[in-house]
């Protein structure tokens, strides 16, 4: 597995090696004394979450005030465009996001830490997302920062207005949200 950092040095980029022939491919996703030993990281992942979502979805950005949790997120099949948002006022990168291309052939894998706002543009027909979670989904203590906050200024790659929930059109911007210290 390669580990790339990104222009914030806590959300990285995981690269697995993949072995493919004519009958197709194989590659561990997962390996926690790998993880630790590339990342510095001991994490615990205590949930797996699959979502399935068509072209022009934008889902988040997400995070829980309490209960933070780490992801680490991948996508199976389809095309994604993945941000994570430093929500850590304490962080030199506060307010500052990082974005990266996910997809089923490229294999990538972004870790995203506690703290983070997390969120990603469907840019295929659809796209199946998987991502192992540090913590339990807890509704209670859900937050959504505004998608397009234009202190955040995130250069999502749209075509055209994203497909929307309610909360995620309701988001906070980030001089609202609820933030980490």
């Known amino acids: 597995m390669q580990l790339t950092q990104t222009a914030i ?29 590339l990342t510095g990281l001991d994490v615990n992942f205590v949930q ?11 889902r988040g950005l997400h995070y829980q005030i309490r209960q933070p949790q780490g992801k680490l997120v991948r996508v199976v099949r389809g095309r994604v465009f ?22 089923e052939d490229n294999h990538r894998q972004f870790w995203i830490p506690p703290g983070f706002a997390h969120g990603f543009l469907v840019l295929s027909e659809s796209a199946d997302f998987l991502y192992k979670t540090t913590d339990y989904y807890a509704p ?11 202190t955040v200024a995130i250069a999502w790659p749209l075509e055209g207005e994203p497909l929307l ?9 980030l001089a609202d949200a609820e933030l980490f210290d």
């Open 9 to 37: 040095p806590d959300v990285l980029i995981l690269e697995p090696k993949v072995f493919g022939d004519s009958r197709g491919f194989f590659m561990e996703s997962f390996n926690a004394r790998t993880f630790r030993e």
């Open 48 to 58: 797996d979450n699959h979502s399935r979502s068509a072209k022009g979805v934008l």
């Open 82 to 103: 993945d941000v994570a948002v430093d929500l850590r006022r304490s962080s030199s990168s506060f307010g500052k996001s990082v974005g990266v291309e996910l997809s």
């Open 140 to 150: 209670e203590h859900e937050r959504c920062l505004l998608w397009n906050d234009p």
């Open 165 to 173: 929930s309610g909360k995620d059109r309701d988001g906070k911007t």
